[in-house]
């Protein structure tokens, strides 16, 4: 099988190290069908068939040795549901073959919140080992045994982890080289330097009553530019006190939106 290059339903497909220079992202799931699903479309999707990153999905239950193929078990010291068990799981791991400069990532309602600066740092790098728990989560030996780096994406809980490997995914590839059509896009989008981003219009002029603020029509790029920043400014002040406290202790850049 083929790194993928098309609307197949291919339950896993290699091939990805013949391009080791490319980002590439190797997801360990129950549902390897899950994907590409969104990363297929679009800009995400056009970039994928382009080359200009990979995906692979592999079935964790391909790790399985007994003869029901069984992937879980009841949790040590009771309680309700399953726990993905920690042979399978590294075996799994350890077929997969990753390279050992690859992060390797377990999606978690107990990881440490995903930021953009984390997504920048993963999108600079050769793409990661994405762990898509299930069922009540994973045998914390092998989160242990395999150093596993526990990622959330926001403080509820998911059913598994491919929906947020999904939106890490997402979030990388948009950075990539090639991917968005302008470059500069990424620069001064929400979270570059902790602000939020200012509010955007388009055509029409008039929207039920409503008018695109002058400035952004008055052709003046410094008075746009100082509106744009004074906007980013309050919205984050007032929506995230978090960032607006972080980017006090941190100013980074003078030339931000
Ligand atoms: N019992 C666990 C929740 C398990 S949810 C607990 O209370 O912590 C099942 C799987 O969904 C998890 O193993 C994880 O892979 C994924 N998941 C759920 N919520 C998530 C979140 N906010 N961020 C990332 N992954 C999540």
Redesign the pocket.
């Known amino acids: 099988m083929g790194r993928f290059d098309g609307p197949v339903r291919t339950r896993h497909w290699e091939g990805v190290t013949a391009k080791a220079t490319i980002w590439h992202a190797t997801v360990l799931t129950l549902f390897p069908e899950i994907f590409p699903g969104p990363l297929g479309l679009s800009l995400a999707g056009r970039a994928l068939a382009s080359g200009l990153w990979a995906l692979e999905a592999r079935d964790i239950r391909d790790s399985a040795t007994d003869r029901h193929r069984s992937v879980d078990d009841t949790p040590a010291g009771g309680g309700p549901g399953m726990v993905l068990r920690a042979d399978v799981l590294a075996a799994a791991i350890d077929a997969a073959e990753i390279d050992p400069s690859r992060p390797r990532l377990l999606?978690?309602?107990?990881?440490r919140p995903l930021t953009q600066a984390r997504i920048v740092e993963l999108a600079e790098g050769p793409g990661p080992l994405i762990v898509?728990?299930?069922?009540?989560?994973?045998d914390q030996r092998v989160i242990d045994a395999r150093t596993l780096e526990e990622?959330?994406?926001?403080d509820?809980?998911?059913?598994?982890?491919e929906i947020?490997a999904l939106a890490l995914i997402d979030a990388c590839v948009r950075l990539l080289p090639g991917v968005m059509g302008k470059q500069e896009s990424g620069a001064d989008e929400s979270f570059s330097d902790n602000l939020l981003e200012y509010p955007q219009y388009t055509r029409p002029q008039l929207f039920e009553g409503r008018p695109i603020p002058d400035i952004l029509t008055s052709g003046d790029h410094a008075r746009v530019a100082a509106w744009r920043r004074a906007e980013a400014e309050a919205l984050t002040k007032a929506r995230r006190p978090d960032l607006w406290q972080a980017r006090q202790k941190a100013p980074k850049s003078t030339t931000g939106p």
Do not use: D, K
């Open positions: 999606m978690s309602p107990r990881g898509c728990g299930r069922f009540e989560g994973v990622i959330s994406i926001g509820y809980v998911l059913s598994g982890g947020a």
